[in-house]
């Protein structure tokens, strides 16, 4: 007993404090400084942002700063983001059941059809997809610069990814389970519903997240497949922005900051689960 | 099943086999002209057009290769005993949560040539020792430079996520492996080179293939960062393929696609099944 619990908190050696302290340092000026750039910028007035340098603003002005990016083409930015939630929402919530069901079936089952959608499943990995064909195919079904159009893209595109990590996954969940369901009279809808989808839990969570962060951000397939002001996005805004206030800093930086926001506030939040999602379901990816 | 089938018929392969043909003709999207090879001979003489393969490349096998090696030393780092890991995984997986645009335009100003913070760092640096110099031209150099330091830029964003999948697979590695070969006198180097690679494959597979792919077909960055310029010194496959759509040269912008698509098939399926064969081995 008393050789068991000693065993179980062996010393822990750390590293070096110097070492870790450098990796601090090393880290934090990498990857903390651009983002203080952001912060510090969007919250100066129009002269000294002006001057790009790297210093906190005297005076803060990131409310007003903020506001005026809101208020900017008749609150555009607001639009713009009702756009992208809905769009990013939807089409997260669609590639997860779709995507989800697929991997299920394609394990399971071995047969002609399975083999070929495995085949298919690495095509669209690897082929880029093609555009303009794209956009005349959606012409004819009458989806072309519509949400719903844009929604199905993005689950297309992002549906090969998601239904290779799910068949990963459910390679490692036994049989026996489906069959003792199917026993007890558990079927079809019921028996993916009930029994696997939520033992998918972990790798749906790292599916959820890597859709959720490409979608969110997703500049080049609303360019292409959504044109038009009020189907802008918020990356199409920062774009557009960019060409209108060029040297505007704070107010490009005030944009910048808001987009950033999203992901910041997420990630305060989900920190240990995003991190733990991720690495759940990517191992054999 | 069948909705996943439907969408990728609908979205995926018909487009795909509409492209090979619409990329002989020029096209309006509301009619069409069949022009021949017309499209993918225009597209090889053009001399900027060329610069994007050879970009398309350097981009791609940059970008991978130092996300390979930067990823598996940082994912070894922060799997070691640490008493800040949570922090600095944190801090180096947050990039590769944000905008690929936002990014692009605070490198775009942190580089300006002129302006920008990282030139007047160097040349406040330079002046003390007695030098002078404008600093580099990171984004509007002549030659290489403006589509490295776009790949640096990629690496930074992108690092994170290749460090997390490299974590992922440590992780599964058994901690006896570890042990036994502590009490065979291993040092930590020889464990990294002995333990930690070999069994780590897997994951540094999925990080090349991803990564590769990733660095083959995109264009944001370069696009937030230099629009492709000065001139069509940045430019790349898909972005080029981008503005002869905005130009309204669909025809040409298809045959553009269909380059892409052989390009990117022909380059990747040899690596993956020559990865697969080291798996295999391993």
């Known amino acids: 007993m008393n050789l068991l619990s000693r065993k179980q908190k062996p010393k822990v050696k750390y590293r070096s404090i110097w070492v870790e302290i450098g990796a601090i340092l090393v880290t934090s000026i990498v990857f903390i400084f651009p983002f203080l750039f952001i912060l510090f910028t969007a919250g100066k007035d ?7 340098e790297f210093s906190i603003p005297e005076k803060w002005y990131l409310w007003e700063n903020l506001l005026t990016v809101i208020q900017a083409d008749k609150y555009l930015i607001v639009r713009a983001t009702y756009n992208t939630l809905v769009l990013t929402i939807f089409s997260v919530t669609l590639l997860v059941l779709i995507s989800g069901m697929t991997g299920y079936v394609i394990q399971r089952k071995t047969n002609r059809v399975t083999s070929t959608a495995s085949f298919m499943v690495l095509t669209a990995l690897i082929i880029p997809p093609a555009i303009v064909p794209t956009i005349w195919v959606l012409q004819q079904i009458g989806l072309y610069k519509t949400m719903t159009g844009m929604v199905l893209i993005e689950v297309a595109y992002g549906m090969a990814f998601a ?16 069959e003792a369901a199917i026993i007890d009279g558990c079927t079809g809808w019921a028996l993916y519903f009930r029994i696997i989808f939520p033992l998918l839990k972990p790798v749906t969570l790292t599916i959820i997240i890597i859709a959720t962060v490409s979608i969110f951000n997703d500049f080049v397939n609303p360019l292409y497949f959504l044109p038009g002001e009020k189907n802008a996005t918020l990356q199409q805004t920062l774009y557009n922005f960019q060409g209108r206030y060029s040297t505007q800093w704070h107010l490009l930086f005030a944009d910048i900051l808001y987009i950033t926001i999203f992901p910041l506030v997420a990630f305060i939040f989900f920190n240990k689960k995003i991190i733990a999602g991720m690495t759940a379901g990517s191992v054999k990816g | 099943m069948y909705p996943a089938f439907f969408l990728y018929v609908l979205l995926f392969f018909l487009p795909t086999v509409v492209s090979l043909f619409f990329s002989l003709t020029r096209w309006s999207l509301q009619d069409w002209q069949f022009v021949g090879l017309d499209n993918f001979v225009m597209y090889f003489q053009e001399a900027e057009l060329r610069i994007g393969f050879r970009n398309t490349i350097i981009y791609a096998v940059l970008t991978s290769a130092l996300k390979v090696i930067i990823g598996l030393y940082l994912a070894n780092f922060l799997t070691s005993k640490l008493r800040s890991k949570d922090w600095l995984r944190s801090v180096v997986f947050f990039p590769t949560l944000v905008s690929t645009i936002g990014v692009g335009y605070t490198f775009g100003v942190l580089l300006d040539p002129f302006e920008g913070p990282v030139n007047k760092g160097i040349r406040a640096v330079a002046a003390n020792i007695g030098l002078v110099t404008d600093g580099p031209g990171w984004l509007t150099d002549a030659n290489l430079l403006p589509l490295l330091s776009i790949a640096f830029v990629d690496v930074w964003k992108g690092v994170g996520f290749a460090t997390l999948i490299y974590i992922a697979g440590m992780a599964s590695i058994g901690r006896e492996y570890y042990e ?3 009490v065979d006198g291993a040092s930590a180097r020889r464990q990294f080179w002995s333990i930690t690679v070999p069994l780590v494959r897997p994951a540094m597979f999925s990080v090349i293939i991803l990564s590769f792919i990733g660095g083959l077909r995109s264009f944001d960055l370069i696009w937030a960062m230099t629009n492709g310029g000065p001139g069509f010194i940045s430019d790349v496959i898909a972005s080029i393929n981008y503005k002869q759509y905005q130009a309204g040269f ?9 380059i892409l698509f052989i390009f990117v098939t022909a380059l990747v399926i040899p690596l993956s099944r ?5 798996e295999v081995a391993a």
């Open chain 2, 180 to 182: 036994a070969s502590a």
């Open chain 2, 274 to 278: 020559f990865l697969n064969k080291r």
């Open chain 1, 163 to 178: 239904i290779l990590i799910f068949r990963n996954f459910v390679a490692t969940i036994p049989r026996e389970l489906d």
């Open chain 2, 250 to 258: 669909y025809g040409l912008a298809t045959a553009g696609n269909v």
């Open chain 1, 46 to 52: 129009a002269k000294s942002a002006f001057k790009l």
